[in-house]
């Protein structure tokens, strides 16, 4: 069986586990490779899943949660946290409820531990992932959480969040709401470090899960700027650690909460063993002076002439706008 993993009490009073597996993956897998894929994590010991209504992972990770469930790899389901997201196409009030409980269907569950709003966008309703500018709409973040917190008081979701928000879109959604966020999972790594971010997330008791702990270094965005960082490089040999997991440390040594992709198991194990050690003071500062670089642009969401965001600084509230974005490399794997 697995190891214990650490947890973090969020604001709503519920334990997360500080390290998650995430299940979006391109070109998708078959079902019974993704169940497969989620038995072994659920075997090495992860207990927090995150996935999402556009991921098309939900049901898989349901049968897996049941599996388990059945085999006696858990021995009750509030064991298992799951996170998933609401998709853009349902951010409009009435459309919040009718789309968790269609999320809660796929998985099988009575409930989600988290539910997040995954984009601070509005597109119109029944729009996938494949989407076009005619389909952004204006975001009206006050209705969409007001419907996000009537889920949580009818006990859909234990927690209510966020993604992809800078601190000004979180301190607009602070001001109003009655249920504060629990969660902002962002991009967040060794290489974009989200100092800013993270220092309100912290005063205003809002965690911060990492999405994208390693830099995305796959077939669709990303760079390699953690993975082949010669600072990471030295620090993993001095310590004999693997890259990823001195990535992952210094995620979970600032407080944030990765979520790691992987289906590989021994690189699932790996990613797990990063709690008995520690990043020293110096090996801190020296991850600090790795240039700056973020993977995702959400240049997708972006209309020069609305109604949605007119420009790539007016999404990300001008926290990304001196950084330079890479261009999309294709993995050596």
Known sequence: MGREIPVSVLNSGHSMPVIGLGTATMPLPSPDQLISAFMDAIEVGYRHFDTASVYITEAPLGQA?????????????????????????DAHYDLVLPALKETLKKLGLDYVDLYLIHWPVRMKPGTSISFTKEDLLPFDITETWEAMEECSRLGLTKSIGVSNFSSKKLSQLLAHATIPPAVNQVELNAAWRQRKL???????GIKVAACSPLG?????????AVMKSPILKDIA??????IAQIALRWIYQVGGIPIVKSFNKERMKENLEIFDWKLSNEELDQINQIPECKGESGEAFVTPEGPSYKSIEELWDGEISKIKLPPVWNSPE
């Open 65 to 89: 949660i049941a599996q388990a469930l059945h085999q006696g790899l858990i021995k009750n389901r509030d064991e298992v946290f799951v996170t998933s997201k609401l998709w853009c196409s």
């Open 198 to 204: 993270r220092d309100f997330c912290n005063e205003n």
């Open 216 to 224: 995305a270094n796959g077939a669709f965005w990303g760079s390699f």
């Open 237 to 242: 040999m001095a310590k004999g650690k693997s």
